[in-house]
């Protein structure tokens, strides 16, 4: 099972980027999903959650009211909609589901990482 994230790049401050999340070889329909994102020399931070069925979210007070997540189970992909991006939000952004039961904020209740995208907002 692999976890690709995609649709990162260079982005001005102000801007937006939509990133996706797909899952192959396996699916994570009924998984909680969440975005998480590293900054060069930080620990891993939590972004957002979803439930399996996308009828809850949570949000890190950081990105509340910019960023939105949702997720087509058809498609076994969560998407990140991120809107009026800033500086501090550059870093590099990972999907995973959630695996193990536990608050989902908390980076060591997932798995199955994968690769992860690069956000680079400019001022």
């Known amino acids: 099972v692999q976890l690709q994230a995609s649709g990162g790049g260079l982005v001005q401050a102000g801007g937006s980027l939509r990133l996706s999340c797909a899952a192959s070889g396996g699916t994570f329909r009924s998984y909680g999903m969440g975005w998480f994102r590293q900054a060069p020399g930080k620990e891993r931070e939590f972004v957002v959650a979803i439930s399996w069925n996308g009828g809850y979210t949570y949000y890190a007070d950081s990105v509340k009211g910019r960023f939105t997540i949702s997720r087509a189970a058809a498609k076994n992909t969560v998407y990140l909609q991120m809107n009026s991006l800033k500086p501090e939000d550059t870093a590099v952004y990972y999907c995973?589901?959630?695996?193990?039961?536990?608050?989902?904020?908390?980076?060591?209740?997932?798995?199955?990482w994968g690769q992860g995208t690069q956000v680079t907002v400019s001022s």
């Open positions: 995973a589901p959630q695996t193990k039961l536990g608050i989902a904020t908390i980076a060591g209740n997932y798995d199955y």
